[in-house]
């Protein structure tokens, strides 16, 4: 399987960027204040959950500190010896996440979108797991530097780089998985006030149609390669 073109991986991962801000917005705002992906800001709600002693934010915090660890973990064994880019390993460890976020959804449409306390530890795990999942992908896509889930460190690059060398063009890439995000969030954000039972829908069907043009690609440039290959 080719890897498909730097251009074509980093459109890739700001569709990416999008799901992590439609699953995190729903988390945040229907899941107790907690993230799928943003570990800092959980890790916040942690340290307040023990200074507190509130025994239901603790839980929530380590459901979500916890669930984006194993995600990373999980995602990490299989792609560990492959070299950077995206490759048959990468489309099935994307399919994973994929699969997590569509039993979110299926679980969130069993609850018509009111998870009460337990089932909803449940379905942020579901979600913190497919964000980790998610940062060991973009991580291993071949594109120096580049997030989907925790963007602190793109836009703090991208304002760095600016005050260094004004003349220099932005990282576009950076600059697209940020909007992407933002947008992802206003997505979910309409589907939570009008049709809030499929809101996450929005964020399985985006990591389905990542691995769907990721291996549409893999299989146009293997076809050429073979066509250059017999001329």
């Not at 379905?123 to 530097?145: D, E, N, P, R, W």
């Not at 990542?210 to 390669?225: F, T």
């Amino acid at each position: 399987m080719r890897a498909p073109s730097t251009r074509a991986t980093a459109w890739l991962l700001v569709t990416l960027a999008a799901a992590s801000g439609c699953i995190d917005v729903i988390c945040l705002t229907r899941l107790n204040g907690y993230f799928a992906s943003v570990v800092t800001g959980n890790l916040v709600h942690l340290g307040h959950a023990l200074a507190t002693a509130d025994t239901r934010s603790l839980m929530g915090a380590v459901v979500a500190v916890g669930g984006y660890a194993v995600g990373v973990a999980a995602a990490t064994l299989p792609l560990r010896r492959t070299p950077p880019g995206w490759n048959g390993r990468t489309a099935v460890v994307t399919l994973a996440e994929a699969v997590l976020l569509l039993g979110f959804t299926v679980g969130w449409l069993a609850c018509s979108a009111r998870p009460g306390y337990g089932f909803g530890l449940v379905l942020l795990g579901m979600a913190a797991v497919s964000s980790g999942i998610q940062s060991v992908i973009t991580v291993g896509a071949g594109v120096k530097g580049a997030s989907t889930t925790y963007l602190t460190g793109s836009l703090t690059e991208l304002v760095r780089r600016r005050i260094v060398d004004p003349h220099r063009f932005a990282d576009v890439g950076g600059v697209g998985r940020l909007a992407g995000l933002v947008l992802g969030a206003v997505l979910g954000t309409v589907l939570l006030r009008t049709a809030p039972t499929w809101a996450p829908a929005l964020a399985a069907a985006l990591v389905i149609a990542v691995v769907a043009v990721a291996v549409g690609l893999a299989r146009r440039a293997s076809v050429a390669g073979d066509h250059r290959q017999r001329r």
